[in-house]
């Protein structure tokens, strides 16, 4: 791991690198459908990050870290100031070749294997054939997905479809690299796996742009670092020059016995203990962050992203404390109410009962005072005819038969 006394002093004696790239006072104004500004995403930043360099990018969520990368790739235009991206404009052709990218998010096909997309994206960049497959096999085994190269990406982790998407991003051996968030998703193991290709990657030379949450990652890996808030760049340095408590001074010596502990001042020198060294003692990197973001908002700097969470909502807070002050019902009361409940309903069944009683009384009264119907009313409807044809429609056939018993 690069030290950061080392990193400083590289940088001191290497001031002629190149510039890779190169902000000016850029703003960045989205409009609504009318052309009114309604969000200013950013806000007059300067940046320089030299040939080498492995540069943070710090901020809350919605600080106008991702506009500034997309203005970087070309994607943005900026509203005003100037943007060089390996001398050129963001948006030249020549530029895209030198410049490999890993979004926070890896939009990967995911019906194609590991091998078949980072051949896929390798075509794209037109590397012939013979070293595409070189570098794949190489890319695979350096993100460790060499035993898994043929399985379709959808079946992967998130955190196996970043190194998909890191590897991705160095198939055309970039000398800038954009990391967004690179270690999202992974494990200990993963995440400690991407910070070695990062410095190994450093030592070769590239020019690496982090942006991530992870301070720690920041602290460890980057040379210079910017944090920015609402859109402005707020404090940018070196680690060591942004991290250093000038008011106060550490002395490292020998182990010093618990008796020596009330006589340091005196007793140093008499028992031969001398200084190890002596530098300016430094804080996290994180309560820096977060003492620049509070400032911030206490200033009553805009910003678009989201702020610092509140209380809990009110109809959460009122739900529990109804639940909990509501008295206990005993069983029997609980009882009582199912079998009201239940009885409820039935006197609405029984008073709607009587009405067909009443309605099959009157069809059968109706029934005994209407005269006999002919018996061929009361045959099978499928032979009517036959009847007719037997008795014919004006005939009684009881009239016949007791015709015949007069006349015996």
């Given at each position: 791991m690069i030290s950061q006394a080392e990193a400083t002093r590289v940088a001191l004696e290497d001031d002629s690198r190149p510039v890779d790239i190169k902000c000016v006072g850029v703003t960045k104004i989205f409009r609504d459908f009318w052309m009114r500004p309604r969000v200013r995403a950013v806000d007059g930043v300067d940046l320089e990050v030299r040939r080498g360099q492995v540069y943070g990018l710090l901020g809350p969520n919605g600080s106008g870290k991702s506009t500034t990368i997309k203005m970087l790739l070309g994607l943005l235009t900026p509203t005003a100031g100037r943007i060089a991206v390996m001398g050129k404009r963001p948006r030249h052709v020549d530029t895209k070749k030198e410049i490999g990218y890993l979004p926070e998010e890896s939009y990967l096909y995911r019906f194609l294997s590991a091998r078949e997309t980072l051949d896929y994206y390798g075509r794209l960049f037109r590397i012939p054939a013979p070293i595409r497959r070189e570098r794949v096999a190489k890319l695979l085994e350096m993100v460790g997905l060499e035993a898994v190269e043929h399985r379709p990406v959808g079946e992967f982790s998130k955190g196996m479809q970043r190194r998909v998407g890191l590897a991705q991003s160095l198939i055309n051996d970039p000398q800038l690299l954009i990391l967004d968030e690179p270690t999202s998703g992974m494990d200990p193991v993963g995440a400690r796996q991407i910070k070695d290709v990062i410095e190994k990657l450093a030592e070769r030379g590239k020019t690496i742009l982090l942006c991530t949450h992870l301070l720690s990652d920041?602290?460890?890996?980057?040379?210079?670092?910017?944090?920015?808030?609402?859109?402005?760049?707020?404090?940018?340095?070196?680690?060591?020059?942004?991290?250093?408590?000038?008011?106060?001074?550490?002395?490292?010596?020998?182990?010093?016995?618990?008796?020596?502990?009330?006589?340091?001042?005196?007793?140093?020198?008499?028992?031969?203990?001398?200084?190890?060294?002596?530098?300016?003692?430094?804080?996290?990197?994180?309560?820096?962050?977060?003492?620049?973001?509070?400032?911030?908002?206490?200033?009553?700097?805009?910003?678009?992203?989201?702020?610092?969470?509140?209380?809990?909502?009110?109809?959460?807070?009122?739900?529990?404390?109804?639940?909990?002050?509501?008295?206990?019902?005993?069983?029997?009361?609980?009882?009582?109410?199912?079998?009201?409940?239940?009885?409820?309903?039935?006197?609405?069944?029984?008073?709607?009962?009587?009405?067909?009683?009443?309605?099959?009384?009157?069809?059968?009264a109706d029934l005994v005072a209407r005269p006999a119907a002919p018996p061929a009313a009361t045959r099978q409807p499928e032979a009517p005819e036959a009847v007719e044809a037997e008795s014919g429609p004006d005939e009684n056939p009881d009239d016949d038969v007791l015709a015949s018993l007069t006349r015996r």
């Open positions: 920041v602290e460890d890996l980057c040379e210079r670092v910017a944090i920015m808030f609402g859109g402005k760049v707020r404090a940018e340095g070196t680690c060591g020059e942004l991290l250093e408590q000038q008011e106060l001074t550490n002395l490292q010596t020998d182990r010093l016995p618990a008796d020596a502990l009330a006589e340091i001042q005196a007793v140093l020198e008499k028992r031969g203990l001398g200084l190890r060294s002596v530098e300016q003692p430094r804080r996290r990197l994180e309560s820096l962050f977060l003492e620049i973001v509070d400032t911030a908002r206490k200033e009553g700097t805009h910003t678009s992203g989201a702020r610092s969470g509140g209380q809990i909502a009110d109809f959460l807070r009122s739900g529990a404390a109804e639940v909990a002050g509501a008295p206990d019902a005993d069983g029997e009361e609980i009882l009582d109410s199912l079998a009201a409940k239940a009885a409820a309903p039935q006197p609405a069944q029984k008073a709607a009962a009587p009405e067909p009683a009443r309605e099959e009384d009157d069809a059968l």
